[in-house]
Nanobody, 128 residues
């Protein structure tokens, strides 16, 4: 089993920045895709970003492209999300997720069903 713990959420003004962190424990996930999703009140969980184990595959949702950057540190079993130029519509509970797919990158990376492990989420609130 894999446990994921997110941190770094908080309240920020529009135009500001936050950096989310997610650390995995239980077993190494350095060979697995790691991603971020978010869910705003009354809305479905939506894909934000994903990175393959090697970093060769990185994808973002159109809504965050150019503002958010995903990165990972395989030695620390961690993934990060740098969020810049934040907007009020970025307000949501942000989840870290891992696919149980070693050395493989699924083409359905943008679906929450393709992920096997989830964190509890960290709240991000952007004020206008």
């Amino acid at each position: 089993q894999v446990q994921l713990v997110e941190s770094g959420g908080g309240l920020v003004q529009a135009g500001g920045s936050l950096r989310l962190s997610c650390v995995a424990s239980g077993r190494p996930v350095s060979s697995c895709p790691m991603g971020w999703f978010r869910q705003a009140p009354g809305k479905e969980r939506e894909f934000v970003a994903v990175m393959s184990w090697s970093g060769a595959n990185i994808y973002y949702s159109d809504s965050v492209k150019g503002r958010f950057t995903i990165s990972r540190d395989n030695a620390k079993n961690a993934v990060y999300l740098q969020m810049n130029s934040q907007k009020p519509e970025d307000t949501a509970l942000y989840y870290c997720a891992v696919q149980n797919a070693e050395f493989y990158f699924r083409t359905d990376y943008y679906t929450h069903r393709s992920y096997d492990y989830w964190g509890q989420g960290t709240q991000v609130t952007v004020s206008s």
